[in-house]
């Protein structure tokens, strides 16, 4: 399961700004919010590359970074960051 910054920050109880600027200051982002280190942090971080087209200007591109499973513990021991608990499992009550 992959998740947006946005999707990861609200897991973590931050907000995607401040997540960002975190993973910046640690060097995990660059200036476009993509992977500073793409190879290095592939098991960890992704770049998702969208297009469409528009009507008078054309073909549009863009990229985006997606949080992979394996990234939140990695994200969480990177940045400090406490991993939130582990909602009890209901199922088994009668």
């Known amino acids: 399961m ?3 910054l946005e999707k990861a920050a609200k897991y973590f109880g931050l907000t995607r700004p401040k997540l960002i600027s975190l993973m910046r200051e640690k060097g995990l982002l660059n200036d476009r919010n993509l992977p500073a280190f793409p190879v290095r942090d592939r098991e960890y971080l992704r770049v998702k590359n969208s297009n469409w087209f528009h ?5 549009q591109y863009s990229q985006s970074t997606k949080v992979r499973q394996a990234g939140i513990r990695w994200l969480a021991e990177q940045l400090s960051l406490e991993l939130p608990a582990i909602p009890a499992d209901n199922r088994d009550v009668a």
């Open 2 to 4: 992959e998740r947006s």
């Open 55 to 59: 009507e008078t200007a054309g073909m």
